[in-house]
């Protein structure tokens, strides 16, 4: 079956970086569109990045773009959220989803397949 899983949480200071990683299997990983959301407690899971099938076509929402970085490697089906200047703001649970759309979608009802999560904690 497909899984999705993400690692490279933690705790960090305001200011800080992370990468997150999540390792797909089970699927065709070069046949998927890749994103990353994030959910606090109370609220909905809100979109973070996406990207193509190919690595490009990437989309990022508004307050991350500058600071976050999605990129995968399909040798390895693996994709990753590199978070630089971290904000405590940024506090979360950070889940991997993956997409039949090729080319990523920043709308979570796309998303087939998503991971069990992984949470980051910025500190001020």
């Known amino acids: 079956q497909v899984q999705l899983v993400e690692s490279g949480g933690g705790l960090v200071q305001a200011g800080g970086s992370l990468r997150l990683s999540c390792a797909a299997s089970?699927?065709?990983?070069?046949?998927?569109?890749m994103a990353w959301f994030r959910q606090t407690p109370g609220k909905e899971r809100e979109f973070v990045a996406s990207?193509?099938?190919?690595?490009?076509?990437?989309k990022y929402e508004d307050s991350v773009k500058g600071r976050f970085a999605i990129s995968r490697d399909n040798a390895r089906n693996t994709v990753y959220l590199q978070m630089n200047s971290l904000k405590p703001e940024d506090t979360a649970g950070y889940y991997c989803?993956?997409?039949?759309?090729?080319?990523?979608?920043?709308?979570?009802?796309?998303?087939?397949?998503w991971g069990q999560g992984t949470q980051v904690t910025v500190s001020s």
């Open positions: 089970g699927l065709n990983f070069r046949n998927y569109g």
């Open positions: 989803a993956a997409t039949g759309n090729l080319y990523g979608s920043p709308i979570r009802r796309d998303y087939s397949y």
């Open positions: 990207i193509a099938w190919h690595g490009g076509n990437t």
